[in-house]
Nanobody
Framework: QVQLVESGEDSVQTGGSLRLSCAVS????????MAWFRQAPGQEREGVAA????????RYADAVKGRFTISQDNAENMLYLEMNSLKPEDTATYYC???????????????????WGQGTQVTVSS
């Protein structure tokens, strides 16, 4: 089992920056990739960014490319999401996710992730 705990909840103005953190514990050695998802009220949960735990390859949703950066500190078992140039449409609950299976690519669909955190709220005001 893997446990994920997000932190970094905050409210910022348009154009601001924020960093989310995800503490990973449990059977971390078998995690193959991790990701950040977000879900706004009344909307589907969408993938934002993903990363292989054993390498540098990353993948981003078009809506956040150039503004968000996913990174990890494997020594500290931490996953981060650096968010810049925030927009009101980035307002959502952000979730950390992980999985131990190798699908051959970095997925941004929630169906590929077994482990989930409880979420942390990001609010961007205009």
């Amino acid at each position: 089992q893997v446990q994920l705990v997000e932190s970094g909840e905050d409210s910022v103005q348009t154009g601001g920056s924020l960093r989310l953190s995800c503490a990973v514990s449990g059977d971390t050695a078998n995690i193959y990739f991790m990701a950040w998802f977000r879900q706004a009220p009344g909307q589907e949960r969408e993938g934002v960014a993903a990363v292989y735990t054993g390498g540098a390859a990353t993948r981003y949703a078009d809506a956040v490319k150039g503004r968000f950066t996913i990174s990890q500190d494997n020594a500290e078992n931490m996953l981060y999401l650096e968010m810049n140039s925030l927009k009101p449409e980035d307002t959502a609950t952000y979730y950390c996710a992980a999985d131990a299976r190798n699908f051959g690519s970095l997925p941004l669909s929630r169906k590929f992730y077994k482990y989930w955190g409880q979420g942390t709220q990001v609010t961007v005001s205009s």
